[in-house]
T-cell receptor, first 117, second 113 residues
Framework: KAGVTQTPRYLIKTRGQQVTLSCSPISGHRSVSWYQQTPGQGLQFLFE???????NKGNFPGRFSGRQFSNSRSEMNVSTLELGDSALYLC????????????????FGSGTQLSVL | AQKITQTQPGMFVQEKEAVTLDCTYD???????LFWYKQPSSGEMIFLIY??????QNATEGRYSLNFQKARKSANLVISASQLGDSAMYFCAMREGVWDMRFGAGTRLTVKP
């Protein structure tokens, strides 16, 4: 079974531009979560999608948005990029929210390394 | 407020020795889950071990065990017989309520030959 796939692996953008990152979850997984990882702030939760609906959202400005398609693939978009948006963006999937209770683990992709110049 | 605290930014251990990575958490929800993940330099997060708040026994997965002290709100990861391939970042995480996982700041473990 293929794992979580994120594309692209690396991305370089300039301030003010916008970027779209893609995530394909494990087959059969319908819940997708996004995390931002930086050396200063660590791993921070961005949002979670299930059945094309945003279920939870972390404390990020409106420039960060996402969506999920009917095949469970997800994209996240960052508009008007700032230098501080440089980070590793990790996508994770699980079968569905609540399935397996608190113990259902997240399966992570290798991430997209975004550099904003 | 910080939900997950990992107080050791970096740890060193000799190959074949055991090491304990600390994690404390804060929650008022009686039902929660605690996880440990490993992140090698490749970036991917690898699941290691899980402990539920109602589990009576400490979780074990091969060389990994979780020292769960509920009253102290701690969930320390113990790695026995360290190997060079264990060198990585280690993250403690918690899931409570309707929220997805929240992670600690991580501990960088270096295994010395």
């Amino acid at each position: 079974k293929a794992g979580v796939t994120q594309t692209p692996r690396y991305l370089i953008k300039t301030r003010g531009q916008q970027v779209t990152l893609s995530c394909s979850p494990i087959s059969g997984h319908r819940s997708v979560s996004w995390y931002q990882q930086t050396p200063g702030q660590g791993l921070q939760f961005l949002f979670e999608y299930f059945s094309e609906t945003q279920r939870n959202k972390g404390n990020f400005p409106g420039r960060f948005s996402g969506r999920q398609f009917s095949n469970s693939r997800s994209e996240m978009n960052v508009s008007t990029l700032e230098l501080g948006d440089s980070a590793l963006y990790l996508c994770a999937s699980k079968t569905s929210p609540g399935t397996g209770g608190r113990g259902e683990k997240l399966f992570f992709g290798s991430g997209t390394q975004l550099s904003v110049l | 407020a910080q939900k997950i605290t990992q107080t050791q930014p970096g740890m060193f251990v000799q190959e074949k020795e055991a090491v304990t990575l600390d994690c404390t958490y804060d929650t008022s929800d009686p039902s929660y889950g605690l996880f440990w993940y490993k992140q090698p330099s490749s970036g991917e997060m690898i699941f290691l071990i899980y402990q539920g708040s109602y589990d009576q026994q400490n979780a074990t997965e091969g060389r990994y065990s979780l020292n769960f002290q509920k009253a102290r709100k701690s969930a320390n990861l113990v790695i026995s017989a360290s190997q060079l391939g264990d060198s990585a970042m280690y993250f403690c995480a918690m899931r409570e309520g309707v929220w997805d996982m929240r992670f600690g700041a991580g501990t960088r473990l270096t295994v010395k030959p």
